[in-house]
């Protein structure tokens, strides 16, 4: 099987992974959150919440972006920023790990050691800036920070820069859901939950032409 045949189907493969999930259990797990954040009764540990729910967002089909548009509606920009930072910080640090380690050994066996290098070498070139770019666009937010890891790429340049573009969209997110709070409408808030995502899109597809 060509190389190129397999690096295919191992990215199928993985988004099929990270959206299958979202076929099946979205729309409970969405009315969950939409309970926990119209529930007075949690606030006490609502940045607690609301960052727990964007660690997993790696592992399960957290609607993120409504969590951290929420998450400043609910806190306030400051409270927002540092519950969505963290939360994303941590939910990538876990996709490196699984991309570290089990998903490196099965891409090395599916597409060959060769194979595998030179995906290293490419990442270690346009990684940074693809990892970054991907960060507020749903699904390969969580594909890049898995492929981070199956490509090696350093773990304090990941952490850095996942860092700092996660409190940069923490911060955008708060922003728009604290303004929200403002005009006294939600609405803006579950706009703002769709419309950031799709910009983020656009911007990414223009990068890559």
Avoid at 11 to 20: F, K
Avoid at 43 to 72: C, F, M
Avoid at 152 to 174: E, H, K, Q, S
């Amino acid at each position: 099987m060509a190389a190129a045949v397999r690096w295919t189907l191992l990215t199928l493969l993985a988004l099929a992974l990270i959206l299958v999930p979202f076929v099946i259990w979205e729309e409970p797990i969405t009315a969950w959150v939409e309970a926990l954040l119209a529930d007075d009764s949690s606030r006490g540990g609502l940045g607690l919440a609301l960052a727990g729910l964007l660690a997993v967002d790696v592992l399960l089909p957290i609607p993120s972006s409504l969590v951290s548009t929420a998450a400043g509606y609910l806190l306030g920009v400051a409270g927002g920023t540092l519950a969505t930072g963290v939360g994303m910080t941590v939910g990538a640090v876990v996709g490196y790990g699984l991309g570290a380690k089990p998903a490196r050994r099965f891409t090395r066996r599916f597409v060959g050691e060769a194979e595998l290098l030179r995906a290293q070498s490419a990442f270690q070139r346009w990684g940074g800036w693809a990892l970054v770019a991907c960060r507020a666009v749903p699904v390969l937010a969580e594909a890049s920070v898995v492929f981070a890891g199956v490509a090696g790429m350093d773990f304090r340049r990941f952490l850095l820069l996942t860092t700092l573009a996660n409190f940069a969209i923490g911060f955008v997110y708060a922003g728009v859901g604290a303004l929200a709070l403002e005009a006294n409408s939600f609405l803006l808030a579950f706009a703002a939950a769709v419309v950031v995502p799709g910009l983020a899109m656009l911007l990414f597809r223009r990068l890559r032409a």
